[in-house]
């Protein structure tokens, strides 16, 4: 069936790049999702990407993807303290619309 | 956004009562969906629909049911509630471009 793996936490330093990774097994994945949740807070979409790229940028975020090795990555640049939060990668099929979660990365970010 | 709006945001309740969260949304998305969330284990899909006559079941839809009232609605039952339910309930629609769906603030159920 559908997996999503994540790595369960980062810790950067403010200034620096984040860079979390994610992969999937499902290789009818069409497409892809970074979600952000803050502390006592919903899922706020982040972004999201077609299988048929491999870039996406959005002003501070780069989403990666090899679609190959099943790989996502999200890069958030000059990352602040605001960016503090889990962040979790979701796939979607083209058949089934079912949004797959993964566990979440926490990503801590000190001053 | 969808504007996907939750009631009631907290509930605690004991166990063996029925106990229904619903769920609301007004960008007239098709798809509905309805997730549960523990700690460590990211979201996990109970049920979702894709118009009104059209429900399908999750990964962990035991002991929970649903009702798509209209397009805009949709709810989620525990019928007889037991303490492993306790979690953050999320109700979710969208579609469209990209596909992309959108969250409510979501539920906190506490059953005791």
């Known amino acids: 069936g559908e997996d999503v793996e994540q790595s369960l936490f980062l810790s950067v330093r403010e200034g620096d790049s984040s860079v979390i990774n994610c992969t999937y097994t499902?290789?009818?994945?069409?497409?892809l999702y970074w979600y952000k949740q803050e502390p006592g807070a919903g899922l706020q979409l982040l972004t999201y990407?077609?299988?048929?790229?491999d870039m996406k940028q959005d002003q501070r975020l780069t989403v990666l993807l090899n679609k190959k090795d099943k790989h996502l990555s999200l890069r958030i640049a000059d990352t602040q303290t605001g960016d503090s939060a889990i962040y979790f990668c979701?796939?979607?099929?083209?058949?089934?619309?079912?949004?797959?979660f993964g566990s979440g990365t926490r990503l801590l970010v000190r001053p | 956004d969808a504007d996907v709006t939750q009631t009631p945001r907290n509930r605690i309740t004991k166990t063996g009562k029925r106990i229904m969260l619903e769920c609301s949304q007004t960008k007239g998305h098709d798809r509905m969906y309805w997730y549960r969330q523990d700690p460590g284990l990211g979201l996990r899909l109970i049920y979702y629909s894709f118009d009104v006559k059209d429900i399908n079941k999750g990964e962990i839809s035991d002991g929970y049911s649903v009702s798509r009232q209209a397009q805009a609605k949709f709810s989620l039952s525990l019928e007889s509630a037991i303490p492993n339910q306790t979690a953050l309930y999320f109700c979710a629609a969208g579609g469209g471009i990209g596909n992309t769906i959108y969250f409510g603030e979501g539920s906190w159920l506490t059953v005791v």
């Open positions: 499902d290789s009818s994945s069409t497409y």
């Open positions: 979701a796939e979607m099929g083209d058949s089934s619309y079912k949004l797959i």
């Open positions: 990407i077609f299988s048929n790229m």
